[in-house]
Structures are given as C-alpha cells and as structure tokens.
C-alpha cells in the first residue's frame, strides 16, 4: 500500500526547469531515501510534497488524497510531517517547550494566554519520555539557541516526529554534522522511524546506504533511477552521473 504517490509532476522557475514528469511511490512502512547531485530539484520536490510550492503541473496524493494544491499547514493535519534543511527550532524557548508544541499540536491543545499548559500533566510526562527516549533530557531546561549545532538538529527531528506523523519528511538532517554528530543522527532517526514510513534527502552516502529501504536518483530534475540500495549501487547510470565508481566500491 502506497502512502505517497507523485505523478508526472513538473515545475520550474521562471522558464527554469527544475523538475520534469517525476513519477515514484512511497510504500507505507518504507524508508526511502532521495538522492543527486546539487541542484537535482531534490528541496523542490520536498517543498511541492509538503505545500511549499504548488508545481507547475502533476500531482501529489497522500494517503489516497490529492493534495497537491493544499497548504502546508492542512497537510501536517492529515499526518504529514518535516523537519528542513536549515534548523527551524524556537530558538528562544527550551528544549522542553519546543518539543511540547508538536506534542499540544496533536493531541488538539490550543496554546494560549488562558490556558496554563504546564498544568496538563500528562503533556508533561509524554514530553519528558521523548526527551529521555531522544538523550535531550538533561538539556530540559535549556534554550534551543543555546544547544550545540548537532544537538539542534536532532531537537528538531524530535519535534518533527513528536507530532507521530504517519510520514516523516527528513530534509538533509546530518548537514554540517560532525562524525560523531551523524552517527548519533543516524542511530536517533532510525530509533525514531522504527516502523514508521520516512523519506529523507541526504548527500552522506553511507547514512543514506545504512538507512533506506528505496533509493530515488535525481538528475537535472529527472528521476535516474529508483531501487533498492543494491541496484542502486550497482546502476552503472547513477554511478557515472553521481556516485562515481569509487565510492561505489566502499
């Protein structure tokens, strides 16, 4: 069973092809990953799934739904969530309010001046679950913007997933880790993602290889090529347009 479907989808920039009759499917359960060189259309394509842009024409269906023309905020409430490329946390509050919000999201608490939310209990104790679950909890207390680059970016991912979305857009989320940062991303991202459907935009070749179940190359905003990893290793086409043979043979 397909969760995302995308067809014939094409869009452009001022006469500027970015992408041109993208077709895939994302099956439920699936991690799939989509990958090429720089300006591929790779945020694009994210940004026309999750509401962004509207695309010059074809479709996206999520969950049997066109949704294509709809705004992003609608999207997220049919289960659709997303974490960017540049880190988009709250920079002024904690760790724990951050996290509380997709969490109040969810569960249909409006935050506002009258209620007192740090009264709700059991929002309380979920949040503290997830930080304990995710290895933020001895950051509770602390502002994002005081956090370590790496330890930013995996709050974030947290809040994209504590709203337990039924699909996970991750958008490049090990960008401008350092080793020890990536491989806790990683392990994070997979504990996260345990039975969940995610796709994910990734330059990091042995993230991508270690995580997904599908892999999508992107060309000149063509798709190259869609497999499991093994094909797509193997693929001579995505070896000599991006790969390359030796990092192929790693």
Known sequence: MNILEVKDLSHDFKGLKVLTDITFEVEKGVRHA?????GAGKTTLF?????????RSGHVYFKGMDITRAEPYKIQRLGMGRSFQITSTFDRLTVFENVRLPVLSRKGIRFNVFRDVDKLDEVTKEVDEILKKVNLHTDRNTPAKMLSYGKNRSLEIT?????????IMLDEPTSGMSVDETHYAVSLIK????G???VIIEHDMDVVFSFA???TV???GVILATGNPRDIRANPEVQAAYLGALEMET
């Open 34 to 38: 989509i990958i090429g060189p720089n």
């Open 47 to 55: 940004n026309i799934i999750t509401g962004t842009y509207k695309p």
């Open 159 to 167: 809040m994209a997933l504590a709203g337990n979305p039924d699909l």
């Open 191 to 194: 504990q996260l993602t345990e």
């Open 196 to 198: 969940k459907t995610a």
């Open 213 to 215: 179940d599908r892999i």
């Open 218 to 220: 992107l060309h000149h």
